[in-house]
């Protein structure tokens, strides 16, 4: 069982609750959406076909315990389920990040699921797929990326008209080099919204590249 893989690597996560943990990443290749922010479009192609066992001793050789799936979009290669599965049964703690638009319902319960609501600025929000918020966990994060105000009133709207908190932790972060952290940091405090505000830690460090 193979699938399209356009890089594997040793890093830091810059995001999330889990920031800072070392981590090896399994980047996904393609996505079907195209968001305005989009810090990974060469991803949206390339990359060379990976057997699962190949996958997993080259996840393996890093000796970390925490692996996140990643892309593009991972969930658009229906082998993904599989591929969680397998890191999940060789007992490694793993994460998804997913754009919000592909069904979560058939990723392992082992999994926290990361889950990107579009905003307004991406260009994609039609594209939510709002059912997922059914099958979230309290393991699982959802994430809002921000790139102005009007997205975060969206945002603030969301947060209280679903109840986003009740269901999981949900990060607010501002989208890179479009909008100011210590801007959104001033509305989440004078809002005194229940969200964890963060920054990209991996470009803080290494800027904006593949491979971090």
């Known amino acids: 069982m193979a699938l399209k893989i356009y890089e594997i690597f040793h890093s830091l996560q810059g995001e999330t609750s889990r920031i800072g943990l070392p981590t090896v990443f399994v980047r996904l290749t393609g996505c079907p959406m195209r ?25 393996s050789s890093y000796g970390a315990r925490y692996v996140t799936v990643t892309g593009g979009e991972p969930l658009a290669q229906k082998e993904c389920r599989d591929l ?3 890191l999940c049964d060789a007992g490694f703690s793993v994460s998804i990040e997913t754009g919000g638009a592909m069904d979560i319902s058939v990723v ?30 309290a393991a699982d994060e959802i994430k809002f990326v921000l790139c ?30 479009e909008l ?22 991996h470009k803080v460090l290494w800027g904006e590249k593949p491979g971090v």
Not at 108 to 137: C, F, M, Q
Not at 153 to 164: F, M, V
Not at 180 to 201: F, I
């Open 35 to 59: 968001c305005t922010y989009c810090d990974t479009a060469y991803a949206f192609s390339g990359g060379r076909n990976m057997e699962i066992t190949e996958i997993m001793q080259q996840v």
């Open 84 to 86: 969680l599965k397998t």
């Open 180 to 201: 100011s952290a210590p801007e959104l940091a001033s509305w989440v405090l004078a809002d005194q919204l229940p969200v964890r505000m963060q920054v990209q830690l």
């Open 148 to 177: 102005n105000r009007d997205d975060y009133d969206w945002a603030k709207q969301k947060l209280s008209e679903l109840k986003l908190t009740d269901k999981c932790p949900v990060l607010f972060s501002p989208s890179y080099q």
């Open 108 to 137: 392992d319960s082992r999994v926290s699921v990361i889950l990107d609501i579009k905003t307004p600025a991406s260009n994609e929000s039609e594209n939510n797929l709002w059912g997922n918020l059914a099958h979230l966990k």
